[in-house]
């Protein structure tokens, strides 16, 4: 049994977890920063630093506590090495070289986004159903900071799912955001309209007490870049016009003096029905975006599977439109579970697993991070 402790510090989690042989979690700790960010509506990325700097040495050796382990009986350690926020992610880095370096254990990088499909791998070995994916596979990758398509593959004679092969794939990048991500369209639109931080669950169940026909937005035409791109930053901007065409303005100002004076008070109770319907068609606008087009591209693969992973992927609308559409379409969906979909050390060092069967190390003293670390071409 080979056993890797990953490390997650992308962007506003401080994550650690042990797993075993790619696919089973002896441990998964993660230490979220929301209530320290959620004063800004949204990531500070100097704050969340700082914050990963005082809890990584904690979260970290709670993650063996809970395996039961000594930081020795690991047999290699597992870091994201990018994308996300540069100041974050050298945390990470730095005390991962740290650790490879002083215990003799080999280092491997991880990209993020990877971890987010290595999510739905691992669960589905865990379930016992890695035996339905079949490949290639149309994964979309959904949250605050990412929203790209990727087409997955597995190399030609890997047979079945078993081994060391049963772990490694080929990626192709087959669209991605042009502008705004999806959940970072959820946090501003919570922000402008005074419901606060993070605004992916307040806006999933804010949303199922309004009207989703009520407002119908116009989907964004991309002219330019790749066929399966997504935009949100027009229906950003389109909810901002509909605020003051419908003059919201008052009631929004009237929510954030109540939320100032009242932080816990039911945010059910500060919203108008136009609020409500408002939301429910910013959702349903952006859920069907995102699945139409992860459709259109599994159709153009050929594919017969899908996965949806990444923060926005535990949206319930989402998970329920996804469902519908593809049984409709004789395709396999997965999700990971909700604690598998936002950022997390497990799928990092599930995702390192293949790179650690194949002897594929990093140097522990020239690994750097990377912001803008690419996955797939």
């Given at each position: 049994m080979a056993r890797i402790l990953g490390i997650e510090s992308s962007c506003d989690e401080t994550a650690a977890a042990i797993v075993a042989d790619g696919r089973t979690i002896l441990s998964n700790v993660i230490s979220s920063q929301i209530d320290l960010h959620s004063k800004y509506g949204g990531v500070v990325p100097e704050l969340a630093a700082r914050a990963h700097?005082?809890?990584?040495?904690p979260v970290v050796r709670e993650a063996f506590a809970q395996a039961q382990l000594a930081y020795g009986d690991v047999d290699a350690i597992a870091v994201t090495q990018g994308p996300g926020l540069i100041g974050s992610l050298l945390v990470g880095v730095a005390y991962a070289k740290a650790m490879a370096w002083s215990l003799s254990?080999?280092?491997?990088?991880?990209?993020?986004?990877?971890?987010?499909?290595?999510?739905?791998?691992?669960?589905?070995?865990?379930?016992?159903?890695?035996?339905?994916i079949e490949f290639p596979v149309v994964t979309?990758?959904?949250?605050?900071?990412?929203?790209?398509?990727?087409?997955?593959?597995?190399?030609?004679?890997?047979?079945?799912?078993n081994g060391a092969d049963a772990f490694r794939y080929r990626y192709r990048l087959l669209g991605?955001?042009?502008?705004?991500?999806?959940?970072?369209?959820?946090?501003?639109?919570?922000?402008?309209?005074?419901?606060?931080?993070?605004?992916?669950?307040?806006?999933?169940?804010?949303?199922?007490?309004?009207?989703?026909?009520a407002v119908v937005f116009t989907r964004p035409n991309i002219k330019r870049g790749r066929p399966h791109d997504f935009s949100f930053s027009g229906i950003k901007t389109a909810v901002v016009r509909l605020v003051?065409?419908?003059?919201?303005?008052?009631?929004?100002?009237?929510?954030?003096?109540?939320?100032?004076?009242?932080?816990?008070?039911?945010?059910?109770?500060?919203?108008?029905?136009?609020?409500?319907?408002?939301?429910?068609?910013?959702?349903?606008?952006?859920?069907e975006d995102l699945t139409e087009r992860t459709l259109a591209a599994a159709d153009e693969a050929d594919a017969r599977t899908v996965f949806v992973s990444g923060g926005v992927a535990a949206n319930s609308l989402l998970r329920k439109i996804f469902a519908a559409e593809c049984a409709a379409r004789g395709v396999a969906v997965f999700f990971p579970s909700v604690q598998l979909s936002t950022d997390n050390a497990a799928m990092i060092a599930a995702a390192a697993w293949p790179r650690f069967q194949a002897g594929e190390f990093a140097d522990p003293v020239t690994l750097n991070a990377s912001a803008s670390l690419p996955l797939g071409v």
């Open positions: 700097l005082e809890r990584i040495v254990k080999p280092l491997i990088g991880v990209n993020h986004l990877e971890g987010h499909i290595h999510a739905v791998l691992l669960e589905a070995h865990q379930k016992g159903e890695a035996a339905k979309l990758v959904v949250s605050g900071g990412h929203t790209a398509l990727y087409y997955v593959s597995r190399p030609e004679g890997s047979g079945l799912l991605q955001t042009v502008d705004d991500a999806a959940g970072e369209a959820y946090d501003k639109v919570a922000k402008f309209l005074g419901l606060g931080y993070p605004g992916g669950p307040v806006i999933d169940r804010l949303a199922e007490r309004g009207n989703s026909e003051e065409k419908n003059g919201l303005q008052e009631e929004i100002a009237a929510r954030l003096a109540r939320r100032q004076a009242e932080p816990q008070a039911p945010l059910d109770d500060l919203c108008s029905p136009r609020t409500l319907d408002l939301l429910a068609s910013f959702q349903r606008a952006v859920v």
